[in-house]
């Protein structure tokens, strides 16, 4: 297996077992939208449709959350993370907190079962 964390939203891993349970794990992000996207995206309010510019924050922020997600269940001395979600919230008027968390467990390869012999 590589040194890449599997990271699934499934509370198991097709394909492997689970051997030990680490406990939960999670990385955290606060942003900021910042004065110039408050105003691009205050203007693109007033027409209707996307907000590009949050979109790609938010985008970014979601990579960022799961990055760190990777380096602490990493430190734990995981391999994979199940059960992984996204919840966020709003701190004011401008920073929003993105988390990414789940369950730090180590797992391995199932193998698979033996043939059955046929005798006769």
Known sequence: MTNEIIIVSTPYVPGYKITKTIGVT???IVRSRGLGRNITAGLRSIVGGEIHEYTELLNQSREEALD???EHAKALGANAVVSMQFDSSEMG???TELLAYGTAVTVEKETAPASPVRLG
Do not use: Q, S, V
Request: hydrophobic residues 45%; glycine residues 12%.
């Open 26 to 28: 999670w990385g955290l």
């Open 68 to 70: 760190r997600l990777k």
């Open 93 to 95: 008027e401008t920073m």
